[in-house]
């Protein structure tokens, strides 16, 4: 059987899953496992495992681009293995690559220290150019969004709104939001000695 997993970090990423889907689709993929979740928490990809526990012998997994399936060589190199010991190969479309082949295997390890030596060196220039930045005196990091609205929270959560609404009005995540209501009431309730 063909098994296709598709994934993006976000779900502002619509286009870039319907995109995946449709060209595991084309190649055949029977069974698709789908999810919007960060490649850098791997207990969170909850349908990857699935997919993996899914596969059996003579199975094939595909996904469509490496970054979709694995972010350092180690992950990449455990999921192999847990599907050869499976009997079942992966498939990297747009690398054709396929680890059913002695070549592939060692395209798949090659391929993926790579990948893995460019996501590295890209992270070091970015740390550099924000220690630049920050020497110029011109970065100052994410500005704090929530913070900008605490008066705006606090107005609606005396107004009996509830955190889970503030947040939605606001733009502002749930936790920011309960953050901000739990740091109004600290400040109105006096403090015992």
């Known amino acids: 059987m063909i098994i296709g997993y598709a994934r993006t970090s976000t779900v502002d990423q619509r286009a870039g899953l319907e995109a995946q889907e449709r060209d595991l689709l084309a190649v055949g993929c029977e069974r698709l496992f789908i999810e919007q979740v960060s490649s850098v928490d791997v207990a969170a990809r909850e349908q990857l495992a699935l997919a993996l526990d899914f596969v059996r012998d003579g199975d094939v997994l595909v996904v469509t681009k490496l970054d979709r399936l694995a972010r350092s060589v180690a992950h990449l190199l455990d999921i192999s293995t847990r599907l050869k010991a499976k009997g079942a190969a992966l498939r990297i479309l747009d690398l054709a690559i396929d680890t059913s082949t002695a070549t592939g295997e060692l395209l798949l390890t090659m ?83």
Not at 114 to 141: H, N, P, S, T
Not at 169 to 184: D, F, K
């Open 111 to 193: 391929v993926g220290a790579i990948a893995q030596f460019e996501r590295a060196i890209m992270l070091e220039r970015q740390r550099e150019g924000i220690a630049k930045a920050k020497a110029d005196g011109k970065y100052r990091g994410r500005k704090p969004t929530a913070r900008a609205k605490e008066t705006e929270a606090r107005e609606l959560a005396a107004d009996g709104v509830r955190p889970d609404e503030i947040a939605k009005r606001l733009g502002i995540s749930r936790a920011s939001a309960y953050r901000l209501i739990a740091a109004a009431a600290a400040a109105v309730s006096p403090q015992a000695d």
